[in-house]
């Protein structure tokens, strides 16, 4: 089975820009995102899609592959199937799989993305797949820049929101406070089939993706992962991250 990753990476991100070349401990972001990506075994290809110029350079000097896309994408699947459709065509190759791993993911490890694919190898009908960690605090919990997540009890999502879900205002403190892990395999068809339909109601309201999944009845099955990640979408948590990787054991394998 062909399984590729695209690493979408963008510098014009408006809370952060320039954010895919922000230092970390030596290497761009993006950079630590790309090289522990591809240490996956699952993988017979890992790209960074990108519109930027300086993104495609740094990419060339360190001997990574990347794509040029457009830079009129508003969602990171539209950049990533633009480049699944590319990288095709340049591996003379149909991908069965592409897992979209966002490039502010920079704590993402090989064994997040096997524990992404693997339920799609073991059942054929799963079309996307999310990952999900437990939110360290209750400060994380109320933070918009995270994504929670709810699920039902076969773990598949029933919600999405960028507030404090399930609520705790009833007075049931102990809750479960689940985060996405931007880490999404999507099949191949599927992708295609996603990026033609139009943006849903929900998924402007929330501005999270996978609520388009969801309202147009599809299924997004969550899986947990017990991994310490964070995202970066502000220079507090690029310094909250490079504190975090300081002693990161995959990090002394490449830098």
Known sequence: MNIIAIVPARMGSSRFPGKPLADIHGIPMVGHVAVRTAMCDKLAATYIATCDEVIMEY????????VMTSNTHARCTDRTAEAMLK???????????????QGDEPMVTPGMIEAAVTPMLEDPSLQVVNLMADLANAEEFEDPSEVKVVTDLRGNALYFSREPVPSRKKGVINVPMKKQVCVIPFRREYLLRFNSLPESPLEIIESVDMMRVLENGD??????????????????DLRRVVALMEK??????YS
């Open 59 to 66: 990419a060339a000097e360190r001997g990574l592959k990347a």
């Open 248 to 253: 990161d054991p995959l990090r002394s394998v």
């Open 87 to 101: 990288i095709e065509k340049e591996l003379a190759m149909t991908a069965d799989i592409i897992v979209m791993v």
């Open 219 to 236: 299924t997004v099955r969550m899986v947990s992962i017990a991994e310490r990640t964070l995202s970066v979408d502000t220079p507090d």
